[in-house]
Each structure stands twice: as C-alpha cells, then as structure tokens.
C-alpha cells in the first residue's frame, strides 16, 4: 500500500539526459562501449541504436537487471554482452570478457527507478517493505547498519552521506526505537525520520529522503565503486576514448567533477572533504582526460518536466588522452569515504 503523503510510483523508467549522453559519447567509429550501470538498458539501446557495427559490454551488479536483459541480448544480433559484477570493477571485468581496450565507457550512477520503485527492496519509503537497499542482494544490509551501528556511525552517515543537517537527532530516534524492537522495515525508519525531520510544506520532498539516500550509499558503498569506476575507465580507454557520467546528487558530481579537473590538468576547488588534489610543490600529472562538456551539462526544462527524477540529473564527460595511466588520486579516494572530522560540526 502506498504511503500517505507519498506520490504515486511505477512510472516506466526513462533514461536520463539519453540524447545528451549519446552527443558527448560521439559513437560514429567506435567499436566497444562499456554500459557500466546497465539498468535497464536505456543508454544501452542508444548505443546499439546509433552505430550498426558498435559492440556493447554492459554491467550489473543487480540480478535483475541481468535477467531482465536477456531479451534485449537476444535482440541484439549478438552485439550485446551482459556481465554481473559492480562497475567500479568494469576494466577487469572486461579484461576478463576479452577485451582489454575500450572505445566508449557510459556511467549512470546511484540507484534505479526500478529498484525505487519495488517495495520488496527495500529503497524507498514509498512503499513499505523490508528495510534492506543493497543493490546486488550480497552484504550488509540497511536494516543491519540501523539496528547495529553506534549513534556516532549513524549520525555520520546520515550526516556526510545524506547530506541530513538534523541527522544526530535522527540517530538518536533510532537508538531509542531499537532499544524496543528492531527497526525492520522502510516504513518504521520512515516514520522515525518525520518525527524529527521538517521539510518545507508543498517542497514535495519527504523528511526519510536524505536519511535513506545516506543509508543506501552506505550499504551499496556506492561513491567508492564511483571512483574506482573512473580510474578502471581510465586505465581501460584507448586514446581519443570517452567517458560519459550522469550523477544525481552533489556527491557523485563533486567526485566527476574534482576527477575530470585534476586529470585534464585543471585547478581543484578546495572542499572541506579534499583540501587540495595536488599538495603544494607536487608536480602536476600527465593530463590523461580533456574536457569533453564544459561544465555540467543539465536537463532540459522539457525533460524534468516530463521526467522529475531528471531534475537533479548532471552530465560531465571527457576524452581520453594518450598520455600514460598516473597514479590513482589519494585525495579523490578519500572523498567517497567518512572524513574524520570534529563532532561538534553543524550537526544538530
């Protein structure tokens, strides 16, 4: 049953920026594309759909997805291989599939509308369902970190993941809940969060969103495969190869972002999570990307109409060079991990 105050779901799942995605990738003359987020197979067909003699390797690390795929594979004219495992391993998954070199690598990073939108998963709080979010079934789930965790992990991941400014408050509601049952399902944590969360009315935003985005990157750790997946790419692209990566919130674009400027030989903005991408006296790195978009590029007013989960969407690619593969980057690393920093910041 849906949730009150919840906005219905189900709505078939649209990809996000595709036209733009495909312009930036520039397929005419490429041979192999690497679909690392494979989804539902929408920049996938686009591919497939722009190039007759272009190949596609797509990724997943959710079962589903890969079974769901199974027609599209068979549609394909045998262009199309379908591979299990996370993206942040897509440059010896592909070693492994025999092709040590790519041409094209498309990214869409966070979690898919449908996984949102099957209660059973455990994603939303629009249905209730198991407390659980991992995306490819294995692992720690969300019930696990919120039943198990101290109120100080929590708070951190709520607070640095869910970018959730009332975040001690929040765990500090789950401390006293779980002392009187385990929190079991995305409802219970749901109706937790509203208790202490306000969102500004007619916002449309639910007060368990930024909670349970924090949660989920925890679980799927999600900004680390993010940032082993750009330096696989990297390490995988012929020279005059594209990268393409479409995020969804600050996190994932600040980690394209610092990437892409620190590769292609651009000043690094200094951040509370990464003073600098290259310490003073350091010498800069071969640049092994240039810019293919300048700056971000965002939906049109057409497209978020037509499609809300477009509204926060951004597109930043860039091109191979054919200077060697550096080292990878510490500082950007560290941006997909919990900084170690003081508890008395602006939590409250």
Same mark, same amino acid.
């Given at each position: 049953?849906?949730? &009150?105050? /919840?906005?219905?779901?189900?709505?078939?799942?649209?990809?996000?920026?595709?036209?733009?995605?495909?312009?930036?990738?520039? *397929? %005419?003359?490429?041979?192999?594309?690497?679909?690392?987020?494979?989804?539902?197979?929408?920049?996938? !067909?686009?591919?497939?759909?722009?190039?007759? #003699?272009?190949?596609?390797?797509?990724?997943?690390?959710?079962?589903?997805?890969?079974?769901?795929?199974?027609? *599209? /594979?068979?549609?394909?004219?045998?262009?199309?291989?379908?591979?299990?495992?996370?993206?942040?391993?897509?440059?010896?998954?592909?070693?492994?599939? =025999?092709?040590?070199?790519?041409?094209?690598?498309?990214?869409?990073?966070?979690?898919?509308?449908?996984?949102?939108?099957?209660?059973?998963?455990?994603?939303?709080?629009?249905?209730?369902?198991?407390?659980?979010?991992?995306?490819?079934? =294995?692992?720690?789930?969300?019930?696990?970190? /919120?039943?198990?965790?101290?109120?100080?992990?929590?708070? #951190?991941?709520?607070? $640095?993941? %869910?970018?959730?400014?009332?975040? !001690?408050?929040?765990?500090?509601?789950?401390?006293?809940?779980?002392?009187?049952?385990?929190?079991?399902?995305?409802?219970? *944590?749901?109706?937790? @969060?509203?208790? @202490?969360?306000?969102?500004?009315?007619?916002?449309?935003?639910? &007060?368990? +969103?930024? +909670?349970?985005?924090?949660?989920?990157?925890?679980?799927?750790?999600?900004?680390?495969?993010?940032?082993?997946?750009?330096?696989?790419?990297?390490?995988?692209?012929?020279?005059?190869? !594209? *990268?393409?990566?479409?995020?969804? $919130?600050?996190?994932?674009?600040?980690? @394209?972002?610092?990437?892409?400027?620190?590769?292609?030989?651009?000043?690094?903005?200094?951040?509370? $999570?990464?003073? +600098?991408?290259?310490?003073? %006296?350091?010498?800069?790195?071969?640049?092994?990307?240039?810019?293919? +978009?300048? =700056?971000?590029?965002?939906?049109?007013?057409?497209?978020?109409?037509?499609?809300?989960?477009?509204?926060?969407?951004?597109?930043?690619?860039?091109?191979?060079?054919?200077?060697?593969?550096?080292?990878?980057?510490?500082?950007?690393?560290?941006?997909?991990?919990?900084?170690?920093? &003081?508890?008395? =910041?602006?939590?409250?």
């Amino acid at each position: 049953m849906r949730r &009150p105050g /919840v906005p219905p779901t189900g709505a078939p799942h649209i990809p996000v920026l595709l036209d733009e995605v495909v312009t930036a990738l520039d *397929l %005419g003359g490429a041979r192999l594309a690497i679909d690392g987020t494979f989804g539902a197979g929408g920049y996938t !067909r686009a591919m497939l759909a722009a190039d007759r #003699d272009i190949r596609v390797l797509a990724i997943d690390r959710d079962p589903d997805a890969i079974s769901a795929g199974a027609r *599209l /594979v068979a549609e394909s004219d045998n262009r199309l291989r379908l591979v299990a495992g996370c993206f942040g391993d897509l440059d010896a998954l592909a070693t492994e599939a =025999g092709e040590p070199q790519v041409n094209r690598v498309v990214l869409d990073i966070g979690v898919s509308s449908m996984q949102i939108d099957q209660a059973e998963r455990g994603f939303s709080f629009r249905h209730d369902g198991p407390l659980d979010m991992r995306m490819g079934g =294995g692992g720690i789930s969300a019930a696990d970190i /919120v039943n198990e965790a101290d109120e100080a992990a929590l708070a #951190d991941i709520v607070f $640095h993941y %869910g970018e959730e400014r009332r975040s !001690r408050a929040v765990a500090r509601s789950i401390i006293e809940a779980r002392r009187r049952g385990p929190i079991e399902t995305t409802g219970q *944590l749901a109706d937790l @969060v509203a208790g @202490v969360v306000r969102t500004e009315p007619g916002s449309g935003i639910h &007060p368990a +969103t930024r +909670t349970f985005q924090g949660l989920r990157i925890a679980v799927n750790d999600e900004l680390g495969e993010l940032v082993r997946a750009l330096h696989a790419a990297e390490r995988i692209l012929q020279p005059g190869g !594209r *990268l393409a990566v479409v995020t969804f $919130h600050s996190l994932e674009d600040r980690i @394209v972002k610092q990437f892409f400027a620190a590769r292609s030989g651009r000043a690094v903005q200094s951040s509370r $999570h990464m003073p +600098t991408a290259l310490p003073g %006296g350091e010498p800069a790195p071969a640049k092994s990307f240039r810019p293919v +978009t300048k =700056g971000p590029v965002l939906p049109s007013a057409a497209e978020a109409a037509r499609n809300p989960r477009a509204r926060s969407a951004k597109l930043r690619a860039a091109e191979r060079t054919d200077s060697p593969v550096p080292e990878p980057l510490g500082a950007i690393e560290a941006l997909a991990r919990l900084p170690d920093a &003081p508890r008395g =910041g602006p939590r409250r």
